[in-house]
């Protein structure tokens, strides 16, 4: 051996270590940081520019929204006796509520407020006293006006409805059915253009009736349901269908009820579309009924119960107990649990009375996006 020769001698059992920056951005975003609650993501924004701009980025935000919406926990958001709160959704009555209370949106009276409807962390409400709507976000309180000047974006309580959605391009956007004047028209609000236009729709004046009550929409593989209930005997009610991608409303097979059919309202459970549908003759009874395509198949009911009313009310599966919690205009918040029989089935879930909620999952999801 030439003296000069060095010896190298290699340890085969040393690990070297790895850190989280040696881990390709696109795994670090799509794979650990996504499944993150909206929470941490604020503190780690703060981890280097790198971090903030990649966390803030649209496609990490739509990607992160997309993944907390069908797997984390959800939450309820109230307004009721002079206080806004929000609290993880429970339905045991033993369970301590910890509550977070959370300043309204332009510091307006929890009174003037109503609770329409939420999609992706995003909640809209409007005012009694000027009928504006906005869109809010409880987590991050990033909140938007949507009414313009030409009155468009004004909502009127017992007569319109309206409902979230996001377009094929991942544009988030607001439907709103208004009855104006002697017919029914539809406009839908873009949050990226920050802009109202109006939709065709057919028999304007048929669906104008004021016997005609519509639900808030119900976002569902790309289509924004209605029910609209008739309150003449025997008319039973209709459902339609607003498809998003050529912006046209389409009447839509129901639940093969009779004439007799009392209220209903929507529900995606597990990725599939399903409808309560409370009925009144000949015996009071509440059915669940599943979209299986075109047609409609009953899987749960319960008979000889005097269900509460249903129509007006949001109904949310709760993925971590598998039961409904309803939500009424009115102000009364209750379960349905379709593992008990008879009127223990539905019961209320909070003492206070005159609540306006929402259920809804924590999102970095901003009104402008």
């Not at 010896?7 to 696109?26: C, E, F, G, Y």
């Not at 209370?101 to 962390?121: A, E, K, Q």
């Not at 389409?250 to 009925?279: C, E, I, Y």
Request: net charge positive.
């Amino acid at each position: 051996m030439n003296p000069s020769t060095k010896i190298v001698r290699i340890n085969v059992n040393a690990r070297r270590t790895t850190s989280i920056d040696d881990l390709p951005t696109d795994i670090l975003s799509s794979e650990i940081l996504v499944r993150l609650p909206a929470k941490c993501i604020g503190v780690y924004r703060t981890v280097s520019k790198q971090w903030l701009s990649l966390l803030s980025s649209k496609k990490f935000i739509l990607l992160h929204c997309r993944h907390i919406s069908t797997s984390y926990k959800q939450m309820f958001f109230s307004v009721a006796l002079f206080q806004s709160s929000v609290f993880p959704v429970t339905f045991d009555p033993s369970d301590y509520l910890p509550k977070t209370l959370i300043p309204l949106p332009t510091n307006t009276y929890w009174y003037d407020v109503l609770v329409l409807t939420s999609f992706d962390g995003l909640v809209c409400l409007s005012f009694r006293e000027t009928q504006k709507m906005i869109l809010w976000n409880p987590l991050t309180h990033a909140t938007k006006f949507v009414s313009s000047t030409l009155s468009r974006g004004r909502f009127k309580q017992k007569t319109d409805a309206v409902g979230l959605y996001v377009s094929p391009s991942n544009e988030y956007m607001l439907l709103h059915a208004k009855r104006r004047n002697g017919s029914m028209k539809l406009y839908k609000y873009s949050s990226r253009c920050d802009s109202w236009r109006k939709m065709g729709f057919v028999d304007e004046r048929k669906y104008h009736n004021y016997k005609m009550s519509w639900s808030n929409g119900t976002f569902f593989q790309g289509v924004v349901y209605f029910i609209v209930k008739v309150d003449a005997a025997g008319m039973g009610n209709y459902l339609f269908g607003f498809h998003v991608d050529s912006d046209e409303l389409k009447s839509k097979p129901k639940p093969a009820t009779t004439k007799h059919d009392g209220d209903g309202s929507l529900v995606v459970v597990r990725n599939q579309l399903h409808m309560f549908v409370a009925n009144s003759l000949p015996n009071w009874s509440l059915h669940l009924w599943r979209m299986d395509g075109e047609n409609w198949t009953k899987i749960w009911v319960r008979q000889n119960i005097l269900p509460p009313s249903l129509f007006g009310r949001t109904i949310t599966y709760v993925v971590s107990t598998g039961k409904f919690l309803v939500v009424s205009r009115s102000g009364t918040v209750f379960e349905i649990d379709t593992t008990k029989n008879g009127i223990e089935c539905y019961h209320p879930v909070f003492s206070e009375s005159s609540i306006q909620g929402a259920v809804y999952t924590e999102t970095l999801m901003s009104p402008d996006f």
